[in-house]
């Protein structure tokens, strides 16, 4: 990825992957973490969540890896407002998000299993 636009939020809904009974709507960056693949090269990705423009696309994806990446699907409304942004990044209906943790918890409008 050569460039990247980034987006205010414009009300449109986005689907993250996530695991257990508390969300954690942190970056690998936020958290501590190192990192991966593309993250190595672009440090915006490792500042922001990785999220899918369709549910359907976020649960294909989790099941090629065979449900390692999630164990519910969180639907997050994207409120400019609150200072989420967004680009496509990675391909078609992948969104990379940014924003406070806080802000986007209180921007998650649905939790369900995958």
Known sequence: MESLVASRGDGRR???LGRGETLDLRSDYE???PPR???KTNALLHMGLTTWSDANQ??????LFDGRLGDRIV???LDGDRG???ADTLGPGHYTIWGR???LED??????PV
Request: proline residues 0%; positive net charge.
């Open 84 to 86: 989420i942004w967004f």
């Open 14 to 16: 986005v689907f993250r």
């Open 101 to 103: 943790s806080s802000d």
């Open 37 to 39: 693949k593309h993250q």
């Open 107 to 112: 921007s998650v409008v649905e939790v369900r």
């Open 75 to 77: 639907t997050i409304t």
């Open 58 to 63: 976020a649960a294909e994806v989790n099941r």
């Open 31 to 33: 958290a501590g973490r």
